[in-house]
C-alpha cells in the first residue's frame, strides 16, 4: 500500500512538473563558436537529459575497463585461497586419518597457496609428527613460538615432545612458560601439576594442584586425595631435613583430609608415638581401622602399645576387632598378639575365622607357625605351607601404571615415577619388586618410638 502510494506521488511531481513547463513556454539559444543553436526549452531539457545519461554510461564503461585488471588479480587470490584452505582441510583429515605421507603433501601445499603461516606451520608441524620426523617438527613449533598469536600452539608441542621422549626436565620448564601464556588452561594446570609432583617439587605440586581444582581439570575427591599424599611427601621431606614440627604438621594436615586414607593415619601415629603421645597415636590407627583395616595399621599399633604387658595388648586388639568384626585384618591382628601371649585357643579360633572370610598365603602361613609354636608339628606346619604356596597372592603396594610391587608405600612408584598410582591390591602382573626407601621414604622410618610405662 505505502509503496504503490509512493509510486502514485512520484507520477503527479512528474505530471504537474510537465504542466508547468507546458504553461511557461519558451527558448533556450546557444551561441558558441560562431554557431547559433536555439530550440524549445522542453526539448534542450530532453537533450541534457540525454547527454547526462550517455555521460554516465561512458564513465561506467570506463570505470570497468581500469579496474578490469584488479578484479582479475582479486579472483585469482580469492581461488588461490580456496584451494589453500581445500588443502588445508585435506591435510587436517590426513592427520585424523594417520595417512603421513598426504598430510606432508597437503602441508606443503597449503603453505605455498596460503599466506598464513599460523596455520600451515601446525599442519607441517602435525604431519612431520605423524613421518616421525621430531626433529622437523621441533623447528616448526620453535618457528611457531616467534609469532605471538601461535606462540601458545608451539609451547603446546614442544611440551607435548618432551614428556614423549621422557625428559622431565625439559617438559616441566616449558610447562611453566606455557602456563605464563594461558594461565588457566585446564589441560595445562594438570599437565604441570604431574610435572611438579613428579619432580619431587611437593610445595609447588600444591599450589598447582589447587588451581587445577578450581579450573575443572582434576575433580574435588580425587583433588583431595592427591593433597593428602603432597602432605605426606612433605612430611617425609620435613622429617629429612630435621624439621620435626612441620613433619608432624603436615601429616596431621593429611589425616585430617582423609582420615580413612592409610599411608596418612600410619605417618599420624608413628610420629605422634615418637612424640611419646601414645594415646592420640592409638586413636589415630582406631580411628582408621573402623573405616580400612590394614597390616600396616596393626603394626603401627602394636608398636603404640608395646609398652603393656602381653595379655592387655590382646585387649587392646580386640578394640580393634569390634572397630570392624567382618575383616580378615582384625582377625589375624588379633591372632599374632594372641600368640605372642601364647593364647593358642583364641589365637587358633581368630585364624579360623579369617579364613572363613579371605583365605591367603599370609593366613596359611601363620597356621603354619601356630602349629609350630603350639604343638611343635613340622609336618602339619608344612602341610600349611603347601597351601600358601597354591593360595592366591597376599596384597601388596601395586602401581596402577606400571604393575610394579613396592614393599612400602610412597607418593611416587619407583618403578616408573608416576605420582600418586600405589594401591594396596594382589598383584596381577610380574613386576620388579622394589626395595624400600627406592624413591619415597617407607612409612615405618625413621620415626623412632620412645616406650612409654605401662
Not at 599442519?123 to 606462540?151: H, I, V
Not at 588379633?334 to 587358633?348: D, F, P, S
Amino acid at each position: 500500500m505505502i509503496r504503490a502510494l509512493w509510486f502514485l506521488l512520484k507520477v503527479a511531481i512528474v505530471i504537474a512538473a510537465a504542466i508547468w513547463l507546458a504553461d511557461r513556454p519558451g527558448t533556450v539559444s546557444v551561441h558558441w563558436l560562431g554557431y547559433a543553436v536555439e530550440a524549445p526549452f522542453w526539448v534542450a531539457l530532453l537533450v541534457a537529459l540525454a547527454a547526462l545519461g550517455i555521460a554516465a554510461l561512458g564513465y561506467r564503461l570506463l570505470r570497468g575497463v581500469v579496474r578490469t585488471p584488479t578484479r582479475i588479480r582479486r579472483f585469482s587470490r580469492t581461488r588461490r585461497r580456496e584451494r589453500g584452505y581445500r588443502a588445508l582441510t585435506q591435510g587436517m583429515v590426513a592427520i585424523a586419518a594417520g595417512d603421513a605421507p598426504t598430510a606432508r603433501k597437503m602441508a606443503r601445499k597449503a603453505d605455498g597457496l596460503l599466506n598464513e603461516p599460523p596455520l600451515t606451520m601446525l599442519l607441517s608441524a602435525q604431519a612431520a609428527q605423524l613421518q616421525g620426523d621430531e626433529r622437523a617438527a621441533k623447528q616448526y613449533f620453535n618457528a611457531m613460538l616467534e609469532r605471538p598469536e601461535t606462540a601458545f600452539l608451539g609451547m603446546r608441542g614442544l611440551l607435548t615432545q618432551a614428556i614423549k621422549s621422557g625428559d622431565r626436565v625439559e617438559a616441566l620448564a616449558l610447562a611453566r612458560k606455557a602456563r605464563n601464556l594461558q594461565p588457566n588452561t585446564p589441560w595445562l594446570l594438570g599437565t604441570l601439576y604431574d610435572l611438579e609432583a613428579r619432580s619431587g617439587d611437593w610445595a609447588a605440586a600444591e599450589g598447582t594442584l589447587q588451581q587445577a581444582i578450581q579450573a575443572g581439570a582434576i575433580p574435588t575427591a580425587e583433588g583431595r586425595r592427591h593433597r593428602t599424599v603432597l602432605l605426606l611427601e612433605r612430611s617425609f621431606e620435613a622429617e629429612r631435613r630435621g624439621r620435626a614440627d612441620a613433619a608432624l604438621s603436615h601429616a596431621q594436615a593429611a589425616h585430617d583430609l582423609m582420615p580413612g586414607f592409610v599411608p596418612a593415619a600410619v605417618r599420624l601415629s608413628r610420629l605422634l608415638a615418637a612424640d611419646d603421645r601414645l594415646k592420640p597415636a592409638a586413636k589415630v590407627v582406631e580411628r582408621a581401622w573402623r573405616q580400612s583395616p590394614h597390616p600396616e595399621l596393626a603394626d603401627v599399633y602394636r608398636v603404640v602399645v608395646d609398652s603393656y604387658d602381653p595379655l592387655t595388648r590382646v585387649k587392646l586388639f580386640q578394640k580393634l576387632v569390634r572397630q570392624s568384626p567382618d575383616s580378615a585384618e582384625s582377625h589375624i591382628a588379633l591372632a599374632r598378639v594372641a600368640m605372642e601371649a601364647q593364647l593358642w585357643g583364641e589365637a587358633r579360633q581368630h585364624v579360623t575365622r579369617a579364613l572363613e572370610i579371605e583365605p591367603s598365603r599370609r593366613l596359611y602361613r601363620l597356621l603354619a607357625e601356630l602349629e609350630r609354636n603350639e604343638r611343635n608339628d613340622e609336618a602339619a606346619a608344612r602341610d600349611w605351607l603347601a597351601k600358601a604356596a597354591a593360595a592366591p597372592a597376599d596384597p601388596a603396594w601395586s602401581c596402577g601404571s606400571c604393575g610394579a610391587v613396592s614393599h612400602a608405600w610412597g607418593g611416587l612408584c619407583g618403578h616408573c615415577g608416576a605420582f600418586d598410582s600405589l594401591s594396596w591390591k594382589a598383584p596381577t602382573v610380574t613386576a620388579s619388586l622394589m626395595e624400600p626407601g627406592t624413591l619415597a621414604p617407607a612409612l615405618n622410618a625413621p620415626a623412632t618410638v620412645r616406650p612409654a610405662t605401662a
